[in-house]
């Protein structure tokens, strides 16, 4: 699964206990030029490196993971921290353990680094909640930023970051970081190296959509706001920042600008700003959302159908507007991440999550896998095809 050094150095990390191969699963996926990155969460011990990628110019069918931006930066540190809500890291670039990451138009890797080890283990947090943003140029970091213990909650859980920026302005890009344990999105600006929460009561998850079967395997989920799209860049230069909590059905959206003005977000005026934007229907519930600029589409996840759907912006948001891409029991089962790359090619992580959480997967079996598929091949034939 990874490049390892050395056949040595795979042999000793898996006799110290630092490789376990099963508890590697592949869950977050971006494309910059000919790099796929591929993020490998902490969830259990034995996770060899978290941030990784591959080269798509390979020849090879399977090829091996690469730990970015090095293998010693995807280390855990040795030294002891008693403080339980993490200590500073000696080396910023390493990077403990990430869920989703985003490249943005400025050839940036922006990576949310939940700084947690061995979730469903003993869940050691290691360093505090970050981003850090490397220059994918040059492989190095331009910046960490922790997230202040303040804009926490008992049952945060980060998992996901979107990052909204213009290439002639990348010192005033933003990142949005949903909270979906404790039901808020944390911004933080780029220029001014700061950020704040924000609460809505659109963040939370519906009751009545808790419940999902994957996989052959049945759980109940209370996730809040998970999956974000940025749209296009308006006459007035706002973009609509769409979002749904994972533990729903329903679809909402507020201006960037909004979001991005921190005395009136945080205020109880900026509540009629947001708004409902349509419903996807019975199974509705989506992982990960993004929107193509060639398309004006709206590309989704649905992991109660093994499917990915659709949705054109310029069409009311209904049912009979949602087109089914693909929807498959054995390649699609928890379609956990997608991107959409400047080319209009659309990538799919899918890994069986569920029966990785809560049941083994089969070994024998190929359990994760990443598909590709161009965006107008993809809605042709469904409404979201204009």
């Known amino acids: 699964m990874f490049d390892w050094p050395s056949e040595k150095a795979e042999k000793d990390a898996i006799a110290s206990g630092d490789y376990v191969v099963e508890n590697n699963l592949p869950l977050g996926v971006e494309k910059w030029n000919n790099k796929l990155f591929i993020t490998v969460p902490r969830w259990k011990s034995g996770v060899a490196a978290t941030l990784n990628y591959v080269e798509l110019d390979t020849k090879e069918k399977t090829p091996k993971l690469r730990p970015y931006p090095s293998w010693e930066n995807n280390k855990i540190p040795s030294d002891k921290c008693e403080d339980e809500k993490g200590c500073p890291l000696k080396d910023n670039s390493t990077i403990i353990s990430t869920f989703r990451i985003n490249a ?3 050839d940036r890797l922006w990576v949310l680094d939940t700084g947690l080890a061995d979730i469903l283990g003993e869940g050691k947090q290691v360093t505090p909640n970050a981003i850090a943003i490397f220059d994918l140029k040059t492989d190095k970091l331009v910046r960490r930023f922790t997230i202040p213990k303040t804009q926490l909650k008992e049952d945060s859980f980060l998992a996901n970051i979107i990052v909204d920026s213009e290439r002639s302005e990348c010192s005033d890009a933003y990142a949005y970081i949903p909270d979906l344990g404790a039901y808020g999105v944390i911004v933080y600006s780029f220029r001014d190296n700061h950020s704040y929460r924000v609460k809505h009561n659109f963040f939370h998850f519906d009751p009545l959509f808790g419940d999902f079967n994957v996989g052959g395997v049945n759980f109940q989920w209370t996730d809040g706001v998970f999956g974000m799209a940025i749209g296009p860049r308006k006459a007035d230069h706002t973009k609509d920042v769409y979002f749904h909590a994972l ?3 329903k679809e909402f959206m507020v201006s960037n600008k909004v979001l991005q003005n921190e005395t009136h977000v945080t205020s109880p005026a900026a509540y009629f700003d947001f708004k409902y934007v349509g419903d996807r229907g019975m199974n509705g519930q989506s992982t990960a959302e993004v929107y193509d600029l060639q398309t004006d589409v709206i590309f989704y996840t649905q992991v109660n159908k093994d499917a990915i759907a659709c949705w054109n912006t ?6 009979d507007n ?3 891409i693909d929807s498959d029991s054995h390649t699609l089962v928890f379609p956990n991440d997608m991107k ?3 080319e209009g090619n ?11 959480l809560y049941q083994k997967l089969d070994p024998a079996a190929v359990n994760y ?6 965006n107008r091949d993809l809605i042709k034939g469904t409404p979201c095809d204009k």
């Open 104 to 106: 943005d138009k400025c």
């Open 247 to 249: 533990a729903s059905t």
């Open 314 to 319: 310029k069409k009311p948001y209904q049912a």
């Open 322 to 324: 949602q087109g089914l």
């Open 340 to 342: 959409i790359d400047p």
């Open 346 to 356: 659309l990538w799919v992580l899918s890994d069986k999550m569920p029966t990785y």
């Open 369 to 374: 896998r990443i598909l590709t598929g161009n």
